[in-house]
Nanobody
Framework: QLQLVESGGGLVQPGGSLTLSCAAP????????IGWFRQAPGKEREAVAC????????IYVDSVRGRSTISRDSAKNTVYLQMIGLKPEDTAVYSC???????????????????WGQGTQVTVSS
């Protein structure tokens, strides 16, 4: 399992933007499928986006498609989730997760990820 660390959350006004980062200190993320998930108060956790080891990306949430980009910087060993045009309904705790090393496909099923970060709070409010 990986130790994942998220950063970049915070309070942002509607229409603003944030870039969330997911890193694994001392480990390379290039070979792992990395997913971003979010959980809003009173709601179930949902998959937001995923990037696999071949750099193929998937956005799972219709409401963020076109406003969110998942990417990987191999030099910095970091996976990013960039979000623009943020809305109050984007408020949630965002977590990154990694699938086991041998897995190569993205999935929205959180149960198929075995390494999780602690999460970072994103609050969209005026």
């Amino acid at each position: 399992q990986l130790q994942l660390v998220e950063s970049g959350g915070g309070l942002v006004q509607p229409g603003g933007s944030l870039t969330l980062s997911c890193a694994a200190p001392g480990r390379t993320l290039d070979v792992y499928v990395i997913g971003w998930f979010r959980q809003a108060p009173g709601k179930e956790r949902e998959a937001v986006a995923c990037i696999n080891s071949s750099e193929s990306t998937t956005i799972y949430v219709d409401s963020v498609r076109g406003r969110s980009t998942i990417s990987r910087d191999s030099a910095k060993n970091t996976v990013y989730l960039q979000m623009i045009g943020l809305k109050p309904e984007d408020t949630a705790v965002y977590s990154c997760a990694a699938r086991p090393f041998v897995q190569t496909a993205c999935t929205r099923n959180a149960n198929l990820y075995n390494s999780w970060g602690q999460g970072t709070q994103v609050t969209v409010s005026s």
